[in-house]
């Protein structure tokens, strides 16, 4: 320790992670993770370790922070202190250099944090730095969105801060441009960049802002390919959390937390989350400083509070709120699933094979013929459900540009793919052929809709019953409810499909009145929301409801069933 003493800023972050790591300072699993390995790499040997921890490197990055200015606020023109979980941040990122050649550690950062935080600040002063200090000949620094004004957002506060202070401008003989900054003597710029770059791009750094609103991971896998012939180039993606958990953000911030938790090794990523626990109450003010680092700072208690009592108070604004403030993923913005309980039930060790001989119950929602169809096996072992998923889609919806999460999973095998631009039906039935051979089919239930022809196929060979479930209100809300309540009762196990995780974020509770009876049935905000295998499930369910020895209305009175199926 004594070491740090000449490096404050490296002291400042071993104290933060040290905090985290003992639980002084609140913080999620997550973060402390992230604590736990910066500690562990910086002690580790050359024999164990190829990189190591330059305390010079990490302290002379953080000084040039602390000589820019702010741009914003009740801060501007004041010269920028930085926050321990800054330090550590620009500690990690800069310090960490392989021992041989000296190439920083770190090819890209993931700093997964919520709004008023200062992420967008925190990804300007890096740019700056790669631009300047950090870095080489011919530097090209990007800063990347899917808008003109997103990409502003990071561009004109470096871009300001570059103004704002005469001597770094004068020193590194940098011309301020309308729309570029440039370093004309070492043919180096920082400027912005929408959408999908095309080709020849050689990006020292690029710098994505809110990942969560981008469609498609083009634009930042073409940067990063493209800084194939850079020494220490660094992809930056500071982001919070949003309602598409189908898109590559999510993807992303799934891969990093599994390098966190060491399911994955990748020495070349950095990452950090600021959010709450799984379980944790979101209505718990306590809880609101784990995803807050700058609490107090950049945010203060006063408007995090305040926007804790609205969202409490509307339930339109607690999803949004959830998201932005507490950075956790929610889906659709009435969501009828907590999705922290739902995961509760996922088993990745759960295989089909396990239950070869045991009966189940199908259900198969066909949509239409070019859309996700759904296949769906429920089991039941004593009063626990188990599900199976196959999906399938044409070949021309899935090669979509849009559909990339369709093509995702149709290559990890989640989804089969159906040649042409209609979904072949007749794989669908080979495959429940294929089956049944191993797994007895109770019954199958189905939705009449699109599907006469292929149960007519069906029933030709089928020794099982095909009963068709209406998709109606007065038929699915009781199997709904029944749904929900396995699920919170933690008697419903899955195995990390995620397709129908995706599909389940997705569902949202509508409802409708017949007299004064209220119904429950599964709906979606958007067509993009598919829900197809949550409906299937559905139906399979209503079917084993009927079939079960104890079934949920022995013993009660017309009144009382009346009375539990109302809202």
């Known amino acids: 320790m004594t070491k740090t003493k000449k490096y404050p800023h490296v002291q400042a972050a071993i104290k933060y992670a040290s905090g985290v790591k003992k639980g002084t300072i609140p913080a999620c699993v997550w973060t402390k993770l992230s604590c736990e390995r910066f500690l562990s790499d910086m002690d580790k040997k050359a024999s164990e370790f190829d990189f190591k921890l330059n305390h010079a490197r990490a302290q002379n990055v953080c000084d040039f922070v602390e000589k820019l200015v702010h741009v914003k606020g009740e801060w501007a023109g004041q010269l920028v202190e930085l926050e321990p979980w800054e330090s550590f941040i620009l500690v990690n990122l800069f310090g960490f250099e392989h021992r041989k050649t000296k190439a920083r550690r770190f090819r890209r950062g993931f700093i997964f944090i919520p709004r008023k935080n200062g992420k967008t600040f925190l990804s300007a002063t890096i740019g700056l730095v790669m631009f300047t200090i950090e870095s080489e000949p011919g530097a090209e620094i990007y800063c990347g969105a899917t808008t003109e004004e997103q990409s502003n957002e990071v561009f004109r506060p470096a871009k300001a801060m570059v103004t704002r202070s005469p001597g770094l401008k004068a020193h590194f003989k940098i011309e301020v441009m309308k729309s570029s900054i440039f370093k004309k003597d070492e043919l180096s710029f920082f400027k912005k960049l929408i959408g999908k770059p095309g080709e020849g791009q050689s990006p020292l750094a690029h710098l994505c802002d809110e990942y969560h609103q981008h469609p498609t991971p083009d634009q930042l896998d073409a940067m990063y390919t493209g800084m194939g012939a850079r020494v220490s180039p660094l992809q930056l993606i500071t982001t919070t959390a949003g309602v598409d958990i189908s898109g590559p953000c999510k993807e992303l911030d799934d891969y990093t937390r599994k390098v966190l938790d060491g399911t994955l090794v990748d020495e070349t990523l950095f990452a950090i989350h600021y959010t709450i626990d799984e379980g944790d109450d979101w209505e718990d003010w306590d809880v609101w400083r784990k995803a807050n680092p700058n609490l107090g700072v950049s945010v203060s208690e006063d408007f995090l509070q305040a926007k804790l009592a609205e969202a409490k108070q509307r339930v339109s604004q607690q999803n949004i709120t959830r998201t932005k403030h507490l950075n956790q993923w929610v889906s659709a913005g009435s969501a009828w699933m907590n999705m922290v309980i739902f995961r509760k039930g996922l088993d990745e060790s759960l295989r089909l094979e396990d239950f070869r001989g045991e009966p189940c119950y199908v259900g198969i929602d066909l949509a239409s013929k070019i859309d996700i169809t759904a296949r769906v096996l429920l089991f039941k072992r004593g009063d626990d459900y188990y599900y199976f998923g196959r999906y399938y889609l044409p070949s021309e919806t899935i090669a979509l540009p849009e559909n990339q999460h369709y093509q995702r999973w149709a290559q990890e095998g989640w989804i089969t793919e159906t040649a042409g631009a209609r979904t072949d039906f007749r794989v669908l039935e080979e495959e429940l052929k294929a089956d049944f051979e191993h797994y007895p089919i109770a019954e199958l239930a189905f939705d009449p809709r699109e599907a006469s022809y292929l149960i007519q196929n069906i029933m030709e060979w089928a020794s099982?019953?095909?009963?068709?479930?209406?998709?109606?209100?007065?038929?699915?809300?009781?199997?709904?409810?029944?749904?929900?309540?396995?699920?919170?009762?933690?008697?419903?196990?899955?195995?990390?499909?995620?397709?129908?995780?995706?599909?389940?974020?997705?569902?949202?509770?509508?409802?409708?009145?017949?007299?004064?009876?209220?119904?429950h049935f599964p709906g979606k905000e958007r067509d993009q929301n598919k829900i197809d295998g949550v409906t299937a499930l559905i139906m399979a369910l209503s079917r084993a409801m009927v079939h079960d020895e104890e079934s949920a209305y022995d013993g009660l009175t017309a009144e009382e069933i009346r009375e539990r199926m109302m809202f």
């Open 464 to 519: 099982f019953d095909c009963i068709e479930v209406v998709q109606s209100p007065v038929h699915i809300s009781e199997p709904m409810k029944e749904l929900e309540a396995i699920i919170y009762d933690e008697k419903f196990h899955w195995n990390g499909d995620p397709v129908f995780e995706w599909m389940m974020s997705n569902v949202i509770n509508r409802q409708a009145k017949t007299g004064a009876m209220r119904w």
